[in-house]
């Protein structure tokens, strides 16, 4: 498997740049299109679980901080997968407490997470050693092979380093 295709931006905690962040991700898949020909049905979800993951960054992660606060968000383009992170700078949080909304029910808010997990295949929720928060939006390639599990971890070597370019 060769080096993977790779994009970077650097964004504030304000949800008026939420449609650069989504251009941004357009962008991308347009001038890697050739390569993404076998997620290409799965761009329009991706796209909106990368919204929904910067919304809750602006909205909850950085709640308290500064709008001045940035947000870091990298692709990766892999044979098999392609890769999402977002990173923010708020407390951390152990999504596994969550309580999965009943539906049907006239809740406010509280979808988000169950949402990233419909339409990705994998999302995962890791603190960093330099405090900051990754959550990670896979979405693998159909060939067959298996799935890993939501819950397994990530090898350490695959977390971005805390130098982002």
């Not at 309580?99 to 419909?118: A, D, H, I, M, Q």
């Amino acid at each position: 498997m060769g080096a993977p295709q790779e994009a970077h931006l650097s964004v504030q905690s304000d949800l008026s740049v939420l449609n650069r962040v989504q251009d941004w991700f357009r962008q991308f898949c347009l001038r890697n299109e050739d390569q993404l020909s076998w997620v290409m049905g799965q761009l329009y979800p991706l796209n909106l679980a990368l919204a929904e993951g910067f919304t809750n960054a602006v909205r909850h992660a950085h709640r308290d901080l500064p709008s001045e606060t940035t947000i870091e968000l990298d692709i990766r383009l892999w044979d098999d997968r392609i890769e999402i992170r977002i990173w923010d700078q708020g407390d951390p949080f152990d999504p596994n407490h969550l309580e999965e909304p009943v539906p049907g029910t006239l809740r406010l808010g509280g979808y988000g997470w169950f949402l990233l997990r419909r339409l990705s295949d994998r999302v995962d929720y890791l603190r960093s050693p330099d405090g900051r928060n990754c959550l990670l939006i896979v979405k693998y390639r159909q060939t067959g092979a298996r799935l890993p599990n939501r819950d397994e971890p990530i090898p350490q070597n695959r977390m971005h380093n805390s130098k982002l370019s």
